[in-house]
């Protein structure tokens, strides 16, 4: 089991960026796909990308493709999301969560370990 807390969430302007980072605690973040999601105001949680265990492999929805890129570095625990060219359409709370399935999982119910959100809120 990894516990995981998000940071980086914050106020910007339209076509700005921000990082997110999500640090995991235990030994076993490494074997761990994981994933970002987020939530808006009276939306459903929405799934924005994912990368693999190693790192070798990301996935995103044509949402986000192009603006976002996820990487990680399992040395500090710590998987990070890349927002470029953000739009107020990208207000949500933005989680990260962890998965034990081989891969890239992109369903919330595939995903057994999420931290507690970090807002992010994109002004016009």
């Known amino acids: 089991q990894v516990q995981l807390v998000e940071s980086g969430g914050g106020l910007v302007q339209a076509g700005g960026s921000l990082r997110l980072s999500c640090t995991a605690s235990?030994?076993?973040?490494?074997?761990?796909?994981m994933g970002w999601f987020r939530q808006a105001p009276g939306k459903e949680r929405e799934f924005v990308g994912a990368?693999?265990?190693?790192?070798?492999?990301?996935y995103y929805p044509d949402s986000v493709k192009g603006r976002f890129t996820i990487s990680r570095d399992n040395a500090k625990n710590t998987v990070y999301l890349q927002m470029n060219s953000l739009k107020p359409e990208d207000t949500a709370v933005y989680y990260c969560?962890?998965?034990?399935?081989?891969?890239?999982?992109?369903?919330?119910?595939?995903?057994?370990?999420w931290g507690q959100g970090t807002q992010v809120t994109v002004s016009s």
């Open positions: 969560a962890g998965s034990t399935i081989y891969g890239l999982p992109v369903k919330s119910n595939e995903y057994s370990n």
């Open positions: 235990g030994r076993t973040f490494s074997t761990y796909a």
């Open positions: 990368i693999s265990a190693s790192g070798r492999s990301t």
